[in-house]
Structures are given as structure tokens and as C-alpha cells.
């Protein structure tokens, strides 16, 4: 017996087919890219945008959320802008579409178009899970980024900026990185809008670091007002490697950025440190899932949270110590300062522990500005305003002075403290 | 400088009355002793005083230079030159302290229409009020009070204190806590403020403290009233007989 199930597309999911057939013959890539960008649009169109009913997205009903989608419009000609930490190299991504490719001495740099082209991207060209809508989107639509090679060994001495600019439309970018055994390196990913209409960006990067190799990865999210962000991260931690990841979200109107971790290597370690600054009407989720699927292994994840406004903000946490994953130790808090009666913020922490010598836990906290240190600083004539706005610095900056390097951390607060002073 | 006229207050969350009729007086140049037991309503007194709004002021007055504070905010009341010296100064995790002494210092200046001070000239005068209250720099370069011991509190206070240049001193407390040496220290920077523009309060429960602040007067609270003034007479009889005899006449 046949069962018809026929579901009635939205309007943003109408969209997106539609869009998709418009664009089809002229999105890069050979035949086995198409042929999996069917696919992921086939499966995008027979599963439609995530809503409650799917646990991963309860907090972010993207169903009913994301309303409507930008048409493709031209926008003007976009030029880079200043890289956020001084003395970076930049990789600007323009409208989707990689600028001319710079050369950085020591890296191996290809455009994702080329990726796309020759064949090579399309085993990348994925949905994690069947709930994955970020990648079943992204790998639909993505045009290009930056495919980069840190060899092994090889030390970088200044950041290198991935610079991700957009005016109105819709922007799909991928940024595979790996990290060779034994390099250093800082990257900061960056999303920015740089003038006004709305956006729905998708972007995913693929992040490997093999064994022993350290580094610094910043997710500097500053979308505009009206803007859809969906962000993924798919990682995979090697031997002895060390991530440092710190995701900032400083704008948007609707973002999702999944974290989504393995740790495939013993004495592997990731430090993950997130600042979610919300305001507006705007809707905020950071989704971590994060695998610790060998022994020895360790996190920390500390989330910070600032809502103002009618802002409503979700972070969900998933931790897996597989069965053989023995002496884990994993810690992650999450603490927002709610500003306001009318925004709101969900903390869902979740650990499947299925290893029995393991440390692991877990808190949340949400609390107003402390009343005893206002009237501390207000005694000492600081201005109601401005106590209350050195505060909420105080309160994100602490995990931000972790960073250590003077110009990262100078840099990031330069980017709060503009936000704060917009918003507060 | 500062007159308190029967002045009534009550804790605003539950309406616990703990100030009942409070008349004070203190003028330019005078140093005075306010001395009470646990519970008499010292520490509420000087939080009053400073603006905190936990408290609620249900009839009275409280002029400072002629005019009624109680409208004032506690930034308000510290740039018209009110300086409360905490009994437990807070720690504030994430403010660095010389940006605290900064912004305080400039935004005080700024509500009096005087210019802001320049950085060489601020980070000058931190460093002589420093070195007289014995504080190191490595002290100044951690959050404000976080990891100070008990006398780092006190003598970081002071040292605000002196950056802040008050006309009306307020400490609360400000020996609990502090070895002798330290409350050396502390009592020498309060001296050097003394000045015949500037009036000082002294809270305090022990008679210690004030044979290094030397009182003009002082004044015994009890259920939240002055019930006895005097001279620094008046602190040594307390220190002898204690306080019982003084609520027994009273009473």
C-alpha cells in the first residue's frame, strides 16, 4: 500500500526551492557536486525547515522563524574592510564570493569554487543527520570560500582574517581548514554585514587539526539587524591537539551557529568560550555537540550571555563521552545576564556519559546586575549608566582576557564595548 | 556641613524601621565618632547617608551645606563630595581598578563641570596616594578588590578616598578586621585628609580606632537615636564601662 504524505511548503521554503531551480546550472561544480546538491535539496524539501516537533531545533523553531527569504539581489560592488585584530592577513569573501586570492607565505589557499569545480568538495557536500538543515542549505546552495592548508609545523605569526562581508541576498560560503601535525595558527572567522536589506547567510567550516597542532579559532558574528544567520562548524580534534575556540555574536536578526565537535585524539583538548550580546527582537542559538570519543581527553566550555530588549536567546549543550572514552573531563557553564523582563534566555545542557571514570558536569545561571556592586560604584560617584554598562563589560570580559594575546583581546573588546555602547 | 534632623528610616523591602528620630550635627573640620553596639544602626546610618535606595526615609532631613540630600542618587551625593569608606568594599570581578579610579575620578569631575584629568596627571596622582598608603602597583593592576586581603580593602578605601578629595568622609568599620600595623596605615591616610573644609564620620564599635583618628566629639546611637554626645572623653568611659550604662540611663 502506498501512503501519500503531501506537506504544504512555506513560503521561505517555496523560496528556497525556487531559488535553487533558478540558480541550478550555474552554481559551480561538477557532476557529483549537482548530483549531491539535489539531493540536499530534495531532502531539504521532503524533511521542510526544522520546527519544535525536532528536539535540536525546540528552542529555534526555524520553520516559523525564518519568514521569508531574500531574493538574490546585486548589490554594489563590496571592497574588504580593516581586518578586526591588526597586522592579520585577510581572505575576503565577498558577496559569497572569494576575492582574488592573496597569497600568505607558509599556506596552501584555493578558492572553495575550484573545490566545487574539480570534483574534490563534493564527498564535503553533506547533512551531518537527518535534522541537519544547515547543511543540507548550505551544501544546496554554498558558491565558494577559502580551502586552506596550515602544513605541518608551520607556526603563523599573525591571525589570518577569513573575512565573510554581505549586503542584501542570500551568501553560502565553506571554509575547509586543516591544520597540519604540530602548527600553530589563529584564525578568525568573520561575518559581517556591510550595508543594509536582508541576508540569509549560510556558512560551514570544515576544521581539522591533526595530531598536536594548536589553535585559536574566533567565530566574530556581526550580521545586520535583518539578517539570518546559520552557522556550522564541523571539527575533529587529532592527537594531543589543542582548539581554542571562542565564538562571539554581536548582530543578527534569526542566527543558529552549531558546534558540532569530535575528539578523535587522546590528550586532545578544547577550550570553547562564547559571548552572546543580544538585543533588538533578535533570536540567538549556539548548539554545541561535542564527542569525546577517546580516553584522555578534556574540555571546558564557558558561555556568556547579555540580553537586552525584547532579545531571546538558547544555548544547548550536548556533551557524548562514548564507552571507551575513560578519564574525560569535561566542564561547561553557561551564565547570562538578563537585562530585561521582556527577552529571555533557555540553557539546555545535556551529558550522554556512557564511559564510568569520567568527570563531567554542568551549570547555568541567570542573574540581573549584582545590586551590591552598582551602589559600590555608584557611591564612588560612577553614574547609574555607566556603572551598569562597565558591569556588563565586566561580566563578558573575563572570559575574553582569557584569550592572553594582547591584540586578540583588545581587539574583542573593542567589539563588545561598540556593541554595549549601541545597545545599552 | 551635615545636620540630621529627626531623621526616621526603614528597611523599603520589609518595612523594618531601624533609624527612629536621629538628630546629628557636624561641622567643617570636625572629626566624629559615631559609637554604638551591634544593632544600634551604625552601618544603616552611613548607607543612608550614601544614598542606598534599600533604605527608605519615612520623615526628617538630612542637609548637607544647607541642602536636602534624600532626592540625591549615591552618584549624586558622591560628587557633591559624600565619600562612604565600606565596612566590606565588594569585589567586582572584571573592572580593572585603575579604570574604576578613572572613570570615578572623571565622572565626579564631570558632574561638578571641571575638566578631566589627563592620563600622565591621573596616573601621577595614583602613584603618590599609593606610595603613602604603602599599596602596591601589582595591587592596582588586579580587578578591583578581587583577591585583596582584609587590610588591602581598607587601605585601597583610603586610597580612594584620597584620589576622590571628599568634603564628608564616611567609615564604616573601617578597623574591622586590620592588624595593627595596618590600621596604622589607614589611620594615617584619613589624618592626612584632615583639613578645616573637610568633616569626617567615624563608625566604629571599638574605642581602638580613635586613639589614631582623634575624635572632636562623639555620639553613642542606640535603637537608631543619638542617646549621649560628648568628647573624646566620652569613647575612653565607653572603652572602661562599656555601653550598659549609658542605654541604662537612657532607657
Sequence with gaps: MNMQTTMRLTAAETALVEAFGAQFGELPGDGAVAGKRDRLLDDLKKAGLPTRRIESWHYTDLKNLLRTVPDAVSVPALDPIGPVVEGSQVLSVLQGEAAAKPSIESLDIAAFKEKLADGSAAAALTALDRDDAIGRINGSFVRDG?????????????????????????????????????????????????????ALVSSISDIALEDGAEVTWIILQQQGAADTHLGQIRVELGANAKLRLFVVNAGGK??????????????????????????????????????HNVPHTNSTE??????????????????????DAQKTD???????????????????????????????????????????????????????????AMLVNAFVAEIVEELEDEKLVEALEGVISAWLEKHA | MLEIKNLHARIAEDGTEIIRGLNLTVKPGEIAAIMGPNGSGKSTLSY?????????????????????????????????GIFLAFQYPVEIPGVATMQFLKVAMNEQRKARGEAELTTPDFMRRVKDAAEKLKIDQAMLRRPLNVGFSGGEKKRAEILQMALLEPKLCVLDETDSGLDIDALKIVADGVNALKSPDRATIVITHYQRLLDYIVPDTVHVLYKGRIIRSGDKALALELEENGYADIIGEAA
Aim: proline letters at 3%; hydrophobic letters at 40%; charged letters at 25%.
Design chain 1, 254 to 291: 534569526l542566527v543558529r551557529q552549531e558546534l558540532r565537535i569530535n575528539v578523535e585524539g587522546e590528550g586532545a583538548e578544547l577550550t570553547l568560550r562564547g559571548v552572546n550580546l543580544l538585543g533588538g527582537e533578535s533570536h540567538t542559538d549556539v548548539t554545541l555537540v561535542l564527542g
Design chain 1, 330 to 388: 569535561a566542564k561547561m557553564s553557561c551564565n547570562t545576564l538578563l537585562l530585561t523582563d521582556d527577552g529571555d534566555f533557555s540553557a539546555k545542557p545535556e551529558l550522554e556519559i556512557f564511559a564510568d571514570d569520567v568527570v563531567c558536569g554542568h551549570g547555568a545561571t541567570v542573574a540581573d546586575i549584582d545590586r551590591n556592586h552598582l551602589f559600590y560604584m555608584m557611591a564612588r560617584g560612577v553614574p547609574e549608566n555607566k556603572a551598569r
Design chain 2, 48 to 80: 543612608i547617608l550614601s544614598g542606598r535606595e534599600d533604605y527608605e526615609v519615612t520623615e526628617g532631613d538630612i542637609l548637607y551645606n544647607g541642602e536636602s540630600i534624600l532626592e540625591l542618587d549615591p552618584a549624586e551625593r558622591a560628587a557633591k
Design chain 1, 146 to 198: 577559502f580551502a586552506i592548508t596550515v602544513p605541518a609545523n608551520t607556526e603563523l605569526e599573525e591571525p589570518v582574517e577569513l573575512q565573510a562581508l554581505h549586503g542584501a541576498g542570500q551568501i553560502h560560503t565553506r571554509f575547509p581548514v586543516s591544520f597540519g601535525a604540530s602548527s600553530k595558527a589563529t584564525i578568525i572567522e568573520r561575518h559581517c554585514a556591510v550595508t543594509e536589506g536582508a
Design chain 1, 302 to 323: 564557558i558561555i556568556r550571555n547579555v540580553v537586552f530588549d525584547k532579545a531571546s536567546g538558547v544555548f544547548q549543550g550536548m556533551i557524548r563521552v562514548a564507552p
